[in-house]
């Protein structure tokens, strides 16, 4: 079935960076966007951006500009989400989720990355 | 970017109601709106999408309708397992916004 994996929680201190893997099965990795969106404790939905596997492309929100990067590696149908500089406000569950397409929608999801950025 | 607002907050409704969460958008976004459920530590699951179409392997029971700004979410008779909060987004431009969410509650 198609399957998202998302690696494990992490900790870190202020002003360091997190790296968060997902990886595909199930489906023709190249062919859909992987968008990350994070989700603070008891908080909604923040979009971060996407990448396009088919080539690398990618967009990020605007507020993330400047310490966010997303690549991937099609060898493996994985993508990465690399956020640096943390912040205490960066504390939060962040997902992988699959593009649908035209429009439709994210399915499915990652089980979600809880980051914790601590002193 | 659009701003996405759903109503209410939260709801408390009865095993059997007829259950209906809206979602306003601060522009048009024709039909392109995406609604969610979310349970307590779990990832969330698309629902509906293009603001009518069901998603496959979801139950019947849940409908979307709406265009340009105003959408609703329908849940025809509430069962045990539709507790949890339910999320519009928008899928109109590159930056898909999410509404803020509705927490579904048992009376």
């Known amino acids: 079935q198609v399957q998202l994996v998302q690696s494990g929680a992490d900790v870190k201190k202020p002003g360091a960076s997190v790296r968060v893997s997902c990886k595909a099965s199930?489906?023709?990795?190249?062919?859909?966007?992987i968008h990350w969106v994070r989700q603070a404790p008891g908080q909604g939905f923040e979009w971060m951006g996407w990448i396009n596997p088919n080539g690398g492309a990618t967009n990020y929100a605007q507020k993330f500009r400047g310490r966010v990067n997303m690549a991937t590696d099609t060898s493996i149908n994985s993508v990465y989400l690399e956020l640096t500089n943390l912040e205490s406000d960066d504390t939060a569950l962040y997902f992988c989720t699959r593009d649908t397409g035209s429009a439709s929608g994210y399915d499915p999801w990652g089980q979600g990355t809880q980051v914790t950025v601590s002193a | 970017d659009i701003q996405m607002t759903q109503s209410p907050s939260s709801l408390s409704a009865s095993l059997g109601d007829r259950v209906t969460i809206t979602c306003r958008a601060s522009?048009?976004?024709?039909?392109?709106l995406n609604w969610y459920q979310q349970k307590p530590g779990k990832a969330p699951k698309l629902l509906i999408y293009?603001?009518?179409t069901l998603q496959s392997g979801v139950p019947s029971r849940f409908s979307g309708s709406g265009s340009g700004t105003d959408f609703s979410l329908t849940i025809s008779s509430l069962q045990p397992e539709d507790i949890a909060t339910y999320y519009c987004?928008?899928?109109?431009?590159?930056?898909?916004?999410f509404g803020q969410g509705t927490k579904l509650e048992i009376k």
């Open positions: 293009v603001a009518s």
């Open positions: 199930g489906y023709r990795f190249t062919g859909y966007y």
């Open positions: 522009q048009t976004i024709s039909r392109y």
């Open positions: 987004q928008q899928s109109y431009n590159t930056l898909y916004t």
